[in-house]
């Protein structure tokens, strides 16, 4: 019974962490948008947002190995 529980759990972990995923995806496409309306001196502050987001999905992504 404790198997399937971890095993539960550890579906249930990859699911948040798919959502997280996802979510990273959704703030970079949106922030890469978003660039073209920005003046040009204002797109160095979106290009930082945008590695940022980069550096999330990649976290979750290596956690999502581990998992």
């Keep these: 019974m404790e198997q399937g ?3 539960e759990s550890r579906r249930g972990y990859k699911e ?9 995806i959704e703030s970079i496409l949106y922030y890469l ?3 073209n309306f ?4 204002e797109k160095s502050i979106i290009d930082k947002i945008i590695e ?3 550096g999330h999905y990649t976290k979750l992504s290596e956690i999502k190995k581990i998992v």
Aim: proline letters at 5%; glycine letters at 4%.
């Design 5 to 7: 529980t971890t095993e």
């Design 16 to 24: 948040a962490i798919d959502v997280g995923l996802v979510a990273e």
């Design 33 to 35: 948008e978003m660039r």
């Design 38 to 41: 920005v003046p040009d001196n």
């Design 52 to 54: 940022e987001e980069r």
